[in-house]
């Protein structure tokens, strides 16, 4: 298996003022990487590469918001014209709103669309010509597990993540022949501000892990690229029967599925009206 050093490397994070993001960002500049730093939190952004400049590493603050195209080409951009290359892309911005279908705001809707799937693809786009000319490249995007299993009150975040999955299978066909590797990540429960609820909860490990568990995986995967990632490993329980026993673990999630919007709908209005999804 082909390894690349991360030393060097021009590497484009989204979503990198807070969570994964910002903990991949602080990994890659500590292992030598020059980072891009795009999310519209323009003072967290700042803040980071404070951070990660007071540390020796080397940030450039990119003010994005994925949803728009014009903005996404400015980012791939201003970034070649500072570095003149990008050699990985995270595509990690993303955010979830727990809702019954049928209840939920339509600018919430468009808005999960517009950032999880359409921002993927409008950085995606961007970015291609740059990698095609230097004939190399990794496109790394984070999905979810929720990508895997459409879960009660997560249909539309679910419908985003799935849509990951064939959208990374048709460009990492698309793009083999030019050097260009693609990788999906799918996360399971990460303690972030995206899952509010476990912001005070011990990550075990197991079932629920801190961001910077996710950004050593991701340093692993610019290293040593893979296809696709599921993290932790144990969600390969879910992952696993849902591509082998659709019928039955759809049937399962049915039978839970009332104690689940339960619980799920009762955190939501504990912290905001809004519960983040998986
Ligand atoms: N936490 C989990 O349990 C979990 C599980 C599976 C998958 N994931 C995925 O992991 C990724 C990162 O989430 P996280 O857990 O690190 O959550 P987080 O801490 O809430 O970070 C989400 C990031 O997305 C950015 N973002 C949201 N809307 C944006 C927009 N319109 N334009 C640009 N950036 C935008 C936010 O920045 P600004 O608000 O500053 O723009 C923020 O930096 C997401 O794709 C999420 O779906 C998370």
């Known amino acids: 298996m082909a390894t690349y050093d991360i030393a060097g490397k021009v590497v484009v994070i989204t979503g990198a003022s807070s969570g994964i993001g910002a903990?991949?960002?602080r990994l890659l500049a500590r292992r030598g990487a020059r980072v891009a730093l795009a999310a519209?939190?323009?003072a967290r952004l700042e803040a980071l590469a404070a951070e990660i400049e007071r540390a020796g590493g080397q940030a450039l603050v990119v003010p994005t918001d994925v949803r728009d195209e014009a903005a996404c080409r400015a980012l791939i951009e201003r970034v070649v014209e500072h570095w003149g290359r990008v050699d990985v892309l995270i595509n990690n911005a993303g955010l979830g709103y727990a809702k019954l279908i049928g209840k939920m705001d339509p600018e919430k809707v468009r808005e999960q669309v517009d950032v999880n799937l359409l921002g993927v693809i409008w950085c995606t786009n961007a970015v291609v010509p740059v990698m095609r000319r230097?004939?190399?490249g990794h496109i790394i995007t984070i999905g979810s597990v929720a990508g895997h299993i459409g879960l009660p009150t997560s249909s539309i975040y679910s419908a985003t993540k799935f849509a990951l999955e064939g959208f990374s299978q048709a460009i990492s066909a698309e793009l083999a022949r030019e050097g260009i590797f693609v990788s999906l990540v799918c996360p399971g429960f990460v303690v972030t501000e995206f899952n509010e609820r476990l912001k005070h909860s011990r990550a075990d490990g197991f079932l629920v892990v801190h961001a910077d568990y996710i950004a050593r995986k991701?340093?692993?995967?610019?290293?040593?690229?893979?296809r696709k990632l599921i993290i932790p490993w144990t969600y390969?329980?879910?992952?696993?029967p849902m591509r082998l026993f659709p019928g039955l673990v759809s049937w399962v999630v049915r039978r839970i599925a009332p104690l689940w919007i339960q619980r799920r709908l009762?955190?939501?209005?504990a912290a905001s009206g809004e519960a983040g999804s998986q």
Request: a positive charge.
């Open 23 to 25: 903990a991949t960002a």
């Open 236 to 240: 390969h329980v879910i992952t696993g």
């Open 266 to 269: 009762a955190r939501g209005k």
């Open 134 to 136: 230097q004939g190399n």
């Open 40 to 42: 519209r939190r323009a």
């Open 218 to 226: 991701l340093a692993r995967l610019i290293e040593q690229p893979r």
